[in-house]
């Protein structure tokens, strides 16, 4: 058992309290579970019992015999070639969101409320890559629109740069249940497609904010702790692209005494593009 999470005895109240601290805000499980199936007793245990064949003379039919607990199923095409060559083929940022709508390799899909794709300018020279949409994307359609988009917002605007100067996007594009991290393999069947993304923008620069987005697209385990500040050069489609991981906005709320951290990275992008622009 956890530890501080109330026992089953305890004010059914308090137990729901913790659960929705702990981010848990949906009451099913990420996959079907035959409830029947794992009630039946197998058959030795009942024929242990005096009064089994009494109580039980005719044996279930196959289909509700116990069986072991099922393993996760993968999407029947979750196979990140086949979205590489699916996210290859889309021209254009409209066409790429088109076929991320109709893919169905990622089985996040089958639990969000819809697809979130971008928000901002796709003129942008600035990207913005987080980690996967919330409650609040997951029921706007838009990245960064909930508490933690808000703080994004402000830090942006702490640099001169907003909406209509960044294009925002999410290493997933669709909301894991409960806020969960992403899963590797849910990352995966989604990359191709965030390289596509990526490739048709062609910012000048990409801060990617938080652990997932920096771990993904720089391909380490790294802690962000170490990432942060730290610039990297992103190699996609024959782009090179620069690119500082810094904090997420969400860990920024719960320790806001880091934020000074993430405003010498972002101090560190504006230097940059200043230099970029006086270059040119
Ligand atoms: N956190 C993210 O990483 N992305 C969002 O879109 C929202 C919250």
Redesign the pocket.
Known sequence: MMANRPSSDANPFALLDWYRAAGVDLAVGELPQDRFKSSIKPAKAQADKPDAAVRNPVPPPASMQAAPPEAPTAPLNADPEAARELAAKAQTLEALEESLRNYDGCALKLRATQL?FADGNPEADVMVI?????RD?DLQGK??V?R??QLLDRMLAAIGLDRNTVYIA?TVPWRPPGNRTPTPAEIATCLPFLHRQIALVAPKFIIT??APAAQTLFDTKTAISRLRGQWQVLEIAGLSVRAMPTL?P?FLLRQPAQKQLAWRDLLALRQAMDAENTSQ
Do not use: I
Not at 130 to 134: F, I, K, N, V, Y
């Open positions: 979130v987080g980690e996967a949409p919330g994307e990245p960064f909930g933690s988009g999410n904010v938080g997420h969400a």
